[in-house]
């Protein structure tokens, strides 16, 4: 508009003068002009603004026309997950035949059990007996392991007796040491879910009971619970076989269950109990975000010791998240915790490995050339099977912790993933896969613990394991202790969260492959399962116990694998390391630390 006007005035210069009344009207028109300018100013004005709300608009519905480029340009892959079956209004269509056989399959346990060992800790299926933890008595692990389980696959009559075992035979008042970890998780946990099922307060009136006797565990310097716990005395115990130390999991695995207490009671002492725990952890954690798999009840402080993602670390990474989403997603200091926990996974503790390039978790060991000298961290190429929860509980951490607004799709849009939640949703998927690729074993079955190959291994030629392998086997000699398999749900829980978050029935079909591996090579004739020594070995041989764990978590996981998705729904239950669900809970009380 400046250079058409310089041009009119140009163009004006030479003219002619106008008359008196030309000039009237050109000032007319003058305004004229002036009002339309306005106008279309007005109107570039609107248009401009409506246009930035579209804009606005389309990108918070699709971010990814954004992020795409930008994490491309970043190095990360942008893979949108395949859907393979569709949701239907009324969720994942439920795979009858298959969910009938592991409900025969967990009768075929309980009924045994209840035949032989009915109220007992332990059961051993080739001798047909029970045993219990202590010389004081048991507390009834295996048939509270269970309820939930009896109660999900509709088992009415076995579910009424196991109730009435808790109503007249159940006590606490054992004068002998247990694990203050497992009873939280296994006991605790399992009434606790007893009652969210079933409403029936005679768990709550049990559970309040036990929760009493297991707070005497924190009566330390730190408020760290110490491993052991007198139920009959309510006074905790070190555990004299790590030093009086305390494994980080153990400690870090019992806020669930005791914040759900709190709820149910109303009496936060539980609450602020295990939140202290994690306030010393953040308080006192390495930089990497990573946690040493013991530490000292007395300082409040992480001992020099391993660290990992299997035994004393697992759960600790599991409930980072479980905390976050236990309370809706409401206290975002575990949301931190988590994120930077996983950072540290990252960059740390996975690999791949050296020829198929297969993601795994690692080790990191302590060294010290000299008492009091500096420590040195080596990298072990060791995963152990427990380790393989890692998997699913990235996938569910990527579409909560990692989702830009949840909730997200079934499969989530790389769209509607931030950065974080990329990274951890594709290595979960790749973790799960080489869980799945240790299930390559004569039995089909996977070892307790494997390794992978590593450059300095130099072992190369025909025969030799390339990838994986189990350490200490060799043929003719007695099974070492990695190779054996104890029933564990590690993978098969994996499966089940990848299944409800995509849809993809490949998780349906691995599980499937490893009902049928343990109903081949763990079975008893008589009646329940029996652990195995040699994963490799066929025929197997047996060692004579059925963890409670089969009941509680490997069966329940294969059920829910083939059931629809309105039964317990990742949206409104979580499941604690036992694999009992607790329900999502929206209290008024925050994190204090």
């Given at each position: 508009?400046?250079?058409?006007?310089?041009?009119r005035?140009r163009?004006t210069?030479?003219?002619?003068?106008?008359?008196?009344?030309?000039?009237?009207?050109?000032?007319a028109?003058?305004?004229?002009?002036?009002?339309e300018?306005?106008?279309?100013?007005?109107?570039?004005?609107?248009?401009?603004?409506?246009?930035?709300?579209v804009v606005?608009?389309?990108?918070?519905?699709?971010?990814?026309l954004?992020?795409?480029?930008?994490?491309?340009f970043?190095?990360?892959?942008?893979?949108?997950?395949q859907?393979q079956?569709?949701?239907?209004?009324?969720?994942?269509?439920?795979?009858?035949?298959?969910?009938?056989?592991?409900?025969?399959?967990?009768?075929?346990?309980?009924?045994?059990?209840e035949r032989?060992?009915?109220g007992?800790?332990?059961?051993?299926?080739?001798?047909?007996?029970?045993?219990?933890?202590?010389?004081?008595?048991?507390?009834?692990?295996?048939?509270?392991?269970?309820?939930?389980?009896?109660?999900?696959?509709?088992?009415?009559e076995?579910?009424?007796r196991?109730?009435?075992?808790?109503?007249?035979k159940?006590?606490?008042?054992r004068?002998?040491?247990?694990?203050?970890?497992?009873?939280?998780?296994?006991?605790?946990?399992?009434l606790?879910?007893a009652?969210?099922l079933?409403?029936?307060?005679?768990?709550?009136?049990?559970?309040?009971?036990?929760?009493?006797?297991?707070?005497?565990?924190f009566?330390t310097?730190?408020?760290?619970?110490?491993?052991?716990?007198?139920?009959?005395?309510?006074?905790?115990?070190?555990?004299?076989?790590?030093?009086?130390?305390?494994?980080?999991?153990?400690?870090a695995?019992?806020?669930l269950?005791?914040r759900?207490?709190?709820?149910l009671?109303?009496?936060?002492?539980?609450?602020?109990?295990?939140?202290?725990?994690?306030?010393?952890?953040?308080?006192?954690?390495?930089?990497?975000?990573?946690?040493?798999?013991?530490?000292?009840?007395?300082?409040?402080?992480?001992?020099?010791?391993?660290?990992?993602?299997?035994?004393?670390?697992?759960?600790?990474?599991?409930?980072?998240?479980?905390q976050?989403?236990?309370?809706?997603?409401?206290?975002?200091?575990?949301?931190?915790?988590?994120?930077?926990?996983?950072?540290?996974?990252?960059?740390h503790?996975?690999?791949?490995?050296?020829?198929?390039?297969?993601?795994?978790t690692?080790?990191?060991?302590?060294?010290?050339?000299?008492?009091?000298?500096?420590?040195?961290w080596?990298?072990?190429p060791?995963q152990?099977?427990?380790?393989?929860?890692?998997g699913?509980?990235l996938?569910?951490?990527?579409?909560?912790?990692?989702?830009?607004?949840?909730?997200?799709?079934?499969?989530?849009?790389?769209?509607?993933?931030?950065?974080q939640?990329?990274?951890?949703w594709k290595?979960?998927?790749?973790?799960?896969?080489?869980?799945?690729?240790?299930h390559?074993?004569?039995?089909?079955?996977?070892?307790e613990?494997?390794?992978?190959?590593?450059?300095?291994?130099?072992?190369?030629?025909?025969?030799?394991?390339?990838?994986?392998?189990?350490?200490?086997?060799?043929?003719?000699?007695?099974a070492?202790y990695?190779?054996?398999?104890?029933?564990?749900?590690?993978?098969?829980?994996?499966?089940?969260?990848?299944?409800?978050?995509?849809?993809?029935?490949?998780?349906?079909?691995?599980?499937?492959?490893?009902?049928?591996?343990?109903?081949?090579?763990?079975?008893?004739?008589?009646?329940?399962?029996?652990?195995?020594?040699?994963v490799?070995?066929?025929?197997?041989?047996?060692?004579?116990?059925?963890?409670?764990?089969?009941?509680?978590?490997?069966?329940?996981?294969?059920?829910?694998l083939?059931s629809?998705?309105?039964i317990?729904?990742?949206?409104?239950?979580?499941?604690?390391?036992e694999?009992?669900?607790?329900?999502?809970?929206?209290?008024?009380?925050?994190?204090?630390?």
């Amino acid at each position: 508009m400046a250079a058409e006007t310089k041009l009119r005035k140009r163009n004006t210069t030479n003219a002619p003068k106008a008359k008196a009344g030309e000039k009237q009207g050109d000032l007319a028109n003058g305004q004229y002009r002036a009002k339309e300018k306005d106008s279309g100013s007005l109107a570039s004005s609107l248009l401009v603004v409506v246009t930035l709300v579209v804009v606005v608009a389309v990108l918070y519905q699709n971010p990814g026309l954004v992020t795409h480029p930008l994490y491309e340009f970043l190095g990360y892959d942008v893979v949108v997950p395949q859907q393979q079956t569709v949701p239907t209004p009324r969720g994942f269509v439920p795979d009858i035949e298959k969910r009938d056989a592991i409900v025969a399959a967990f009768k075929h346990a309980w009924l045994a059990y209840e035949r032989d060992a009915m109220g007992d800790d332990e059961y051993h299926p080739i001798s047909r007996e029970g045993t219990n933890l202590t010389a004081a008595g048991g507390i009834g692990f295996t048939v509270i392991d269970s309820i939930d389980t009896l109660v999900i696959m509709g088992l009415r009559e076995e579910y009424q007796r196991a109730r009435k075992w808790v109503e007249t035979k159940m006590t606490f008042e054992r004068d002998a040491e247990f694990s203050t970890f497992e009873t939280t998780i296994r006991v605790l946990g399992g009434l606790q879910s007893a009652y969210t099922l079933t409403g029936d307060t005679l768990y709550i009136d049990r559970a309040k009971d036990l929760v009493e006797r297991i707070m005497h565990a924190f009566d330390t310097p730190s408020g760290l619970p110490v491993s052991l716990v007198n139920l009959a005395q309510r006074k905790g115990v070190k555990d004299p076989n790590n030093k009086g130390l305390v494994g980080t999991a153990e400690v870090a695995t019992l806020q669930l269950e005791l914040r759900y207490m709190s709820f149910l009671t109303g009496n936060y002492d539980y609450w602020v109990a295990g939140e202290r725990v994690m306030r010393l952890i953040r308080e006192s954690s390495l930089t990497t975000g990573l946690a040493s798999v013991f530490m000292n009840p007395d300082e409040g402080r992480f001992a020099l010791s391993e660290i990992r993602l299997g035994s004393r670390g697992d759960s600790f990474y599991e409930y980072l998240l479980k905390q976050y989403l236990q309370t809706n997603m409401t206290e975002p200091v575990y949301k931190e915790m988590y994120d930077f926990a996983m950072d540290g996974v990252h960059s740390h503790l996975i690999q791949k490995s050296q020829f198929a390039q297969l993601t795994y978790t690692s080790e990191l060991i302590p060294e010290r050339e000299e008492a009091g000298g500096p420590v040195t961290w080596r990298l072990a190429p060791k995963q152990d099977h427990l380790a393989c929860f890692f998997g699913g509980s990235l996938m569910l951490g990527a579409v909560t912790s990692g989702a830009i607004a949840p909730p997200v799709s079934v499969p989530p849009r790389t769209n509607e993933l931030t950065l974080q939640g990329i990274r951890d949703w594709k290595s979960g998927v790749e973790l799960i896969e080489t869980c799945m690729l240790t299930h390559d074993t004569a039995t089909g079955l996977p070892p307790e613990i494997v390794h992978f190959r590593i450059p300095s291994d130099g072992v190369v030629g025909s025969g030799i394991p390339t990838d994986w392998y189990i350490k200490g086997a060799k043929p003719g000699e007695p099974a070492p202790y990695d190779a054996r398999y104890v029933l564990r749900p590690e993978t098969i829980e994996s499966l089940f969260i990848a299944f409800r978050l995509t849809g993809d029935v490949r998780y349906r079909r691995h599980g499937w492959r490893i009902f049928q591996a343990i109903e081949t090579h763990c079975r008893i004739p008589t009646g329940g399962y029996a652990s195995i020594h040699n994963v490799d070995q066929v025929p197997v041989e047996y060692e004579d116990k059925m963890e409670s764990f089969l009941l509680s978590e490997t069966l329940k996981y294969l059920y829910l694998l083939f059931s629809d998705d309105s039964i317990l729904p990742l949206s409104k239950y979580v499941f604690n390391t036992e694999g009992h669900p607790i329900p999502i809970i929206h209290p008024k009380r925050r994190a204090n630390f």
